[in-house]
């Protein structure tokens, strides 16, 4: 594809010997605000509907990819190729109701099987692999749909109609909470370690 082959040499001039001074002394560490930033871009950009702001974002965040690519092939961790050929076999592995025999009836097996594939692949609990930088809100999602999967709680019935309530329902007890002193992330953080049993969120 000669539009990426194109970016990735431009990311080749910038990180090579006469290239961008600023390219050349970051890190991966030092990106790593950077990706955050570009995600959050992109999501933003998703929302608003706006196709050229969505183009521009998914443009920025792929590049920031890149880069990371990059500097790891920089410093012999890995190759883009590499990394391209991991994610590949990973898809493949893990949609064998695709490219193999076994049947599903719906996206709840898809996620059952996905979740089962990856305790065969060396995950040691349930909650392994959550990124503890992630919100307490995204990350209790994220809980609750495992267990959830795992049948250890149950899908409990609502009268939400639309996604606005849901919204309403979280303000008003964060309102609530504010009221009596207590900082919302911080009630819902302690909780998602309380109820995995595990220290994943600082």
Known sequence: MDAFTKLLDVAARLLGPNGCPWDQEQTLRTLQPYLLEEAHELVDAIDSGDAQKMKEELGDF???????????EKGDLFSLKEALESITEKLIRRHPHIFGEVKVSGSEDVMRNWEEIKMKEGRKSLFEGLPPTLPSLAMAQKIIS????KKLTQKKETSLKCEEELAEKIWSLI???ESAGFDAETALRRLCKKNTGEGLIA
Request: charged letters at 35%; glycine letters at 6%.
């Open 62 to 72: 792929f590049y920031t990819a890149i880069f990371v690519a990059k500097l790891a």
């Open 146 to 149: 495992r267990m959830r999967r």
């Open 175 to 177: 309102e609530e909470g």
